[in-house]
């Protein structure tokens, strides 16, 4: 079986090398998917996450659900304690650059427990058809996952999703994939 480490930096390059055209209508797809979930729909209070690296670009899904006048979470990481605080952002112009150069709320945005949330969606690098996840290695999703009760849906590429991954006991389970191809429940 094939190790973390190698899986990880062989997807990250498959993911940072897609045509941008390409990549746009695959974006597209994953969105118009989320969109038509019942799930997403009823759901008032949702974690997203910023893009990096050639992570699906989830921005206009964000923009929408200020539309939808839902409440949108990201993440902000707390290096300190090694943990992920969840705050509200009322818009994308609230976003500064943080730890590890990606997007996040000012610390001053309303803070809110994670067991409020009633949908998150999580990035990840590499994923297996049973939900387990390889993200970049810190632990710092599987430590939020771990503290909230809604359904956790991975956004990804149909190329990041494998087989079957190596994971430990600390790794937490996305609930459901959706790619540009199908969706994956596990």
Not at 18 to 30: S, Y
Not at 150 to 165: D, H, P, R, S
Request: hydrophobic share 40%; charged share 30%; net charge positive.
């Amino acid at each position: 079986m094939i190790n973390k480490a190698s899986l990880r930096k062989k997807i990250l390059l498959k993911r940072k090398n897609q045509n941008a055209k390409t990549k746009l209508q695959k974006d597209k797809k994953i969105i118009s998917a989320v969109l038509a979930d019942a799930l997403y729909k009823k759901s008032q209070n949702i974690l997203f996450f910023m893009p990096i690296l050639g992570e699906p670009d989830i921005t206009a899904l964000i923009k929408s659900a200020f539309k939808l006048k839902k409440g949108v979470y990201l993440p902000k990481v707390d290096k300190s304690k090694n943990w992920l605080h969840i705050h509200q952002i009322k818009n994308l112009s609230e976003l500064r650059p943080g730890a590890y150069k990606i997007m996040e709320p000012h610390h001053t945005a309303p803070k809110i427990n994670p067991k409020k949330i009633n949908l998150a969606f999580v990035p990840g690098i590499v994923f297996d058809e049973k939900g387990n996840r390889i993200g970049f290695g810190k632990g710092y999703y599987d430590r939020l996952l771990k503290k909230m009760s809604c359904k956790k849906i991975g956004l990804a590429y149909k190329f990041q999703i494998v087989k079957n991954i190596p994971c430990s006991a600390h790794d937490v389970k996305v609930d459901e994939i959706i790619t540009e191809k199908r969706r994956i429940t596990s």
